[in-house]
């Protein structure tokens, strides 16, 4: 940190990148990445460079609200105080449940299991980390003997063969991606194998992509087991020395892959010439990372495919080494630091588990009085339960479960009947808010204080350069108030994160099991300005106290008896889709998770700007469907409403919907709706990847765009709409099954403002209407016969407080006759496709570096890439065919 300057971290994925901040105080900058942090050398994906663009005011919860009204913060703490004793009294202590997040520090996490597991007797407590990273720590756990990643960035940057199984890494984490593939470009004889049903940017950039059948990952890994075996490329001698229970392993992944590996390519719907090629590669290259996310953790049988994966590393002792490792790749900013702290309900803090002799330890370090023996409910049964009643008082904090959660309707009724529920939140708008009796306002990135740990172990400061606005306060500050009006004053006495990190660090270090990695002793008597200044490291520490990049190098795991435990597995496969469409669900390049955030950003919103369920040619020619349409994706648990998108990259049967938009941002969006409450019978963890479905049209008779501050009731009444931001204005698409434009247009008239402006044709099939350009507050509307208008959003808003701009201009929507500009490439410059395929025709044989250099697409965050660099593709394709002819 200089004098000039602050260093935090970014607030988004696991990668767990530095920021730079220019001025602290100041919510009005742009932010850099921070070139020695070692998660990305001063790179930023798309969305950390516009974090500087989520720090105004907008939407924010300023003050605690107690049934709707604006209430003291000491009124807000004695009724929370006063539901929870009452709570206990009646009905018991798993009565009480808290629902937390990977949006939470550290010391947030820490005092909530505190309180939770140690004070209030219960281990009700669990985390939004359950659908993203549970499977993945199940496995770990059960194999390596505890939930520690044993690998580095470093490896997928050294390896001579990474295998990216169930994750879209250019498009989820970024920065890992770019440092993939700067290796791969420095390092020739790197290849890059991508096992995913769907066609990404990330398979796009693959040596090899094998698209398989949804959910036969594990029976592909276990076939790779058995082939290796049959090729003699195991590591002997290693599975001998530091290993057990390799043959049961070896039967079972024998049984389940079966031995016919022409039948094995078949069941994955894979060429056999693919099959084979990527069984050779696994056999010729001992520098191997298999790295995996999403799309394994979010099954039915995620443990066990997880399981698979270390298996095969296991067995070619291919774990420990440079290049060589599997590697989980966190979802969350502090997936893993929650972790580390007992954030999951069948965990206890530092890695501990629920048996006697770790409840014992943690109660003695703790005091703790009522400490809890048994692990509490996962996500999903902890919202069962809600809905039969039996859990009183619900704490929910930084996570919107309604969006979330599977079976949202489910969740709906759960949060419904639970008698308190209280959420703490940034926002003022989001699905769960509506359910709470009390609202809390915590502390958003950029004004709280703390530490995250990011999917290489790496544990980095979150620093604060904000004064808190209004009344918003720490999350652990409110627990630390609770704490204490339950009588456990002195168990909670904190004045600063850095007397909460402490201690978390001591407990880390107190009575440490045999063999466990997780400890922080070097940190637990960092004073305060030490904290302040902590540098990004990574647990565990040498003797030395200097971090160790690599774990179990020598052979020794955390297991009681220091050898790793393979795991006979067969993964279950879910079931066929029998005239459906199987659902999958993910996310997209420039948002995060339900758009909290990166909702308000302009920039963010403009390279898939709407709410899209997309389909192969052939299955929505099937249905009858036509790119664009508004589209009711339903199933028994329920519906919801999005437009058309048509890809020959998608998988016939499939299809793949976002993860973002919710009730906020879409009249009858979350893909959650439809995702029935299926889970890992070992982890908990919810599937979200095959979801059957029925696709049909909505009936349109009119349909349009509104852009102003707010959707006015005439027009919402009976729409379904879409939303998104444009700054200071917000952009509604909006479609009406029933009204005419006449209609319309006419409801709209008697309410309209003065002063406005109007262009309609005589035959009633459009009408246009807007305030004078630079008037305030402003609109701008545009209604047509069953079409939408392509408008330049980008100029309008240019253009907002422009008092001369021609009202022809105006009321179209865009300049002239200028053509629409296509669709956002690089949100960095502002380049979009058409103005790379504009560039590409006038300058024929034109390369990749020649469009960065002219345009400066993919030059900054280099988050728009791949899509360049299939544009470009594309382009040299089309004019050697012309050429050909």
Known sequence: MTDRSLHTTCAYCGVGCGVEIPRAGDRDIQVSGLANHPANLGRLCVKGTHLGEVLPLQQRLLRPQLAGKTVSWDTALDFISQKIDRARTDFGSDSLGFYLSGQLLTEDYYVANKLAKGFLGTANLDTNSRLCMSSAVAAYQQSLGEDAVPGCYEDLEQADLVILVGSNLAWAHPVLFQRLQAARKTRPQMRLVVIDPRATDTSRAADLHLPLKPGTDGRLFNGALAWLADQNALDAEFIKQHTEQFDETLAAARQHAGSNWAALADDCDLSLADLLQFFDWLKDTPRTVTAWSMGINQSRSGVAKSQAIINLHLATGRIGKVGATPFSITGQPNAMGGREVGGLANQLASHRGFTQADCDAVARFWEAPNMARTPGLKAVDLFKAAARGEIKVLWIMATNPLASLPDANRVREALARVETVIVSDVVTDNDTLAYADLVLPALAWGEKDGTVTNSERCLSRQRGFLLPPGEARPDWWALTQVGQRLGFRAAFDYDSAADIFVEHAALSAFEPAPNRQFNLQPLKNLTAREYDNLAPMQWPFEADGCPRARLFSDGCFATPNGRARFIPVAPAEPDAA?????????????????????????????????????????????????????????????????????????????????????????????????????????????????????????????????????????????????????????????????????????????????????????????????????????????????????????????????????????????????????????????VYDRDIQGYLEQHPGARLADVQHELKCSTQCGSCLEEVTGLVQQCSLRSSAVETA
């Open 578 to 830: 029998a005239g459906q469409l199987r659902l999958n669900t993910g996310r997209l390049r420039d948002q995060w998770h339900t758009m909290t955030r990166t909702g308000l950003v302009n920039r963010l919103g403009q390279h898939r700007p709407d709410f899209c369920i997309t389909l192969h040619p052939a299955d929505a020619a099937e249905r009858g469907l036509t790119a664009g349409q508004p589209v009711r994706i339903s199933n028994a648990l329920g519906h919801f409403v999005a437009l058309l998108a048509i890809d020959t990259g998608q998988r016939r049967g499939d299809a793949f919907a976002p993860m973002h938009w919710n009730a906020t941002f879409a009249a009858e969006g979350g893909v959650t709706r439809v995702i029935p409450a299926i889970v890992d019978p070992q982890s908990g963890q919810p599937e979200a990847k095959h979801a059957l479905i029925d696709v049909e049209p909505l009936p349109v008779r009119c349909s349009g765009i509104y852009i102003g501050e707010h959707l006015p009731e005439p027009l919402a009444q009976s729409a379904i709409w879409f939303k998104r931001s444009l700054g200071q204005q917000w952009l509604w698409s909006l479609f009406y099954a029933e009204q005419k434009v006449t209609e319309l247009a006419s409801l709209w008239q008697s309410i309209a403002p003065e002063n406005s402006v109007t262009l309609s044709d005589s035959g009633h099939h459009w009408f246009h209407q807007a305030s004078l350009p630079g008037q305030s507050p402003g609109f701008w509307l545009a209604l047509g016969d069953q079409y939408r208008p392509e408008v330049d959003t980008d100029w309008l808003i240019e253009h907002w407080q422009v008092s001369d701009v021609a009202l022809d201009d105006w009321l179209a929507g865009k300049p002239g006759k200028a053509d629409p500009r296509g669709n956002l490439i690089c949100t960095c410059y502002s």
